[in-house]
């Protein structure tokens, strides 16, 4: 008998986008990264939700890699099998309508001024186009989120913890499970584009819901005004694959990373 595949969907803003350098990836990653079958905004067919045999520079953005392709590395060792990778990201985007960017993850459709802006439903599409391609060979485990920088104005950053939960309540039930795990982490302390009320909103949620898992990330380094650098990244993506044994997604020994700061 064969059991689906695991799949990981993931979204948000530049820190999950991509924005190290492709030379600064950990001595252990090379690119395409074997076993590791994804569907992005950046990758060839995807509106026929066609996954690339393997994750490389042309499922990514252009600008570098994120700290979830670690948690995809670790996560396949683990298993020892292929994973599948579902995934939507834009820099400087916002979930709430009045933030950064045209373009916003707002859950609450009717307040946005055209459904074109809307990144929700675009992801939502995404996930959908590839369960009606492939859906049969794998099983979505998890969801790997990074944003907030976009949000930091007062308005939307007051707002930032209705508009999450309604944001994990819509991709819990676009994908399907309930109970979807929800990992992501506060922005760094030092980045220009911080804000107090936003990750105070996260720990709060992650405190009512069992099944989110919010990753410290402190003072993190940069690498500029707002971008994790190589160290940051990596400790992050570590970090959600300890997140991902802790919710029982895989089996293996905890990676336990030392913080970079």
């Not at 005004?225 to 293996?252: P, Q, R, T, W």
Request: glycine letters at 8%; one cysteine or more.
């Amino acid at each position: 008998m064969s059991y689906p595949k695991v799949a990981i969907i993931a979204a948000g803003q530049s820190n999950i986008d991509g924005r190290v350098p492709f030379e600064e990836l950990p001595n252990y990653l090379t690119l395409p990264l074997d076993g590791v079958h994804c569907c992005t905004n950046y990758s060839k067919g995807r509106e026929t939700g066609n996954f690339t045999s393997r994750m490389g520079k042309d499922d990514m953005s252009p600008r570098g890699w994120a700290f979830d392709l670690v948690t995809y590395y670790y996560l396949t060792q683990a298993l020892m099998d292929d994973i599948y990778v579902i995934k939507l990201s834009k820099g400087g985007t916002s979930i709430d309508p009045e933030g950064d960017d045209p373009c916003h993850w707002s859950p609450f459709f009717d307040r946005l001024d055209s459904m074109d802006h809307s990144l929700l439903a675009s992801f939502g599409s995404l996930i959908r186009t590839c369960e009606q391609a492939r859906g049969s060979a794998y099983k979505i485990r998890a969801m790997l989120w990074h944003q907030g920088e976009g949000d930091r104005a007062p308005g939307p950053a007051s707002r930032y913890g209705e508009n999450l939960r309604a944001l994990i309540a819509y991709c819990r039930k676009v994908s399907g499970q309930p109970d979807l795990p929800f990992i992501t982490a506060t922005v760094s302390t030092v980045s220009e584009q911080y804000s107090d009320t936003v990750c105070n909103a996260v720990r709060k949620l992650a405190l009512e819901d069992s099944r989110v898992r919010l990753i410290e990330m402190g003072a993190a380094p940069l690498r500029d005004k707002y971008h994790f650098n190589a160290a940051s990244s990596e400790y992050f993506g570590m970090k959600a694959y300890d997140c991902l044994i802790d919710l029982g997604v895989v089996d293996g020994k905890r990676l336990e990373p030392t913080r970079p700061w």
